[in-house]
């Protein structure tokens, strides 16, 4: 069974990020291959980060990850275990702590490795950086570049570390689409987001953010919705799609039919293209903003209610 990410920004640009040794089979696995097609490019990876690493003579964190992101791709990253620091003469401080880590690196002698972070926690970054907080996640990071990662701790003292981090990343692109965007002339969903769906393949959606409608009133009644959407201003002119709720996110995969997204999380099947758009009223599309963040994920329609619920977090 195949699976994958894709998360597909309808509005803001949604910026995220990324980042040391070449992988070795003890270090990384891949435990789900993704089918190479456009825009879904990745595989699920399995990395662990040893609390005893420290980053590399040239500062970069220590652990490759073998995941190159291009400019619109991110990485989805959860992390779990347990790290501690000074193992050989253990405190309370920094003994059997989270990816999240706990206290503050301000002022420590000698620095730690990013002073921006939480100490002891996941760090990581991608190609030039800058070096980010990654924690247990969800978090998103975003090429381009090669993903590392590694433990915040102080410089030089990595030596008596001891645990570490099972990081889990999931590979996907990000699209900026603004609700602005109308349906096509030939009436589907003006967001191309790139993702085939095969005959039994099947698409989980989930979404956040919110859209204006394109009236230029400002009223509450269609200013800053959700993907769930609202109640139209008038139905004098047609919606998009007259079915779903107005200012809502709606999508299609192939031929249709179009249908209700919303929040999600929503499962869409295959086979065909599938795309997203704001339902706004027909030719009003030009006065809309904002938008949403969409997060597809992509399985085999053969035990997809266990494995893409796992995928998602629920």
Not at 70 to 95: F, H, M, Q, R
Request: hydrophobic share 35%.
């Amino acid at each position: 069974m195949s699976a994958l990410i894709a998360a597909v920004a309808l509005g803001g640009s949604g910026a995220m990020l990324l980042g040391a040794a070449q992988p070795g089979a003890s270090a990384i696995s891949t435990v789900q291959s993704a089918p190479r097609g456009p825009r879904l490019l990745g595989p699920i990876t399995t990395v662990r980060v040893d609390a005893i690493t420290p980053p590399t003579k040239s500062g970069l964190p220590p652990v490759r990850t073998g995941i190159h992101l291009a400019p619109d791709e991110v990485a989805v990253i959860t992390a779990t275990g347990t790290a501690s620091c000074a193992a050989g003469n253990p405190t309370g401080l920094c003994v059997y702590l989270g990816p999240d880590g706990g206290g503050s690196p301000t002022g420590a002698v000698p620095a730690f490795f990013d002073p921006n972070a939480p100490a002891y926690s996941l760090v990581g970054e991608a190609g030039s950086g800058p070096l980010a907080f990654i924690g247990v996640g969800a978090t998103t990071v975003r090429g381009p570049g090669e993903l590392r990662l590694g433990y915040n701790d102080q410089l030089g003292l990595y030596f008596d570390n001891d645990g570490g981090f099972s990081v889990t990343i999931q590979v996907a692109t990000q699209v900026n689409v603004p609700a602005v965007t109308p349906p096509t002339n030939s009436g589907v969903p003006g967001v191309d987001t790139g993702v085939h769906l095969a005959r039994g393949q099947v698409a989980v959606i989930n979404a956040t953010g919110t859209a204006n409608c394109g009236t230029g009133t400002g009223t509450a009644t269609c200013a800053r919705l959700g993907p769930d959407g609202g109640r139209p201003l008038n139905v004098s002119t047609p919606f998009f799609d007259p079915n779903a709720p107005a200012y809502g996110l709606i999508g299609e995969a192939g031929s249709g039919p179009l249908a209700f997204i919303g929040a999600g999380p929503t499962t869409v099947r295959g086979p065909g293209e599938l795309r997203l758009g704001y339902n706004d009223q027909v030719g009003s599309y030009p006065g809309s903003s904002g938008g949403f963040t969409v997060t597809i994920q992509t399985c085999s329609a053969v035990g997809h209610q266990l494995r893409c619920q796992d995928l998602c977090g629920r």
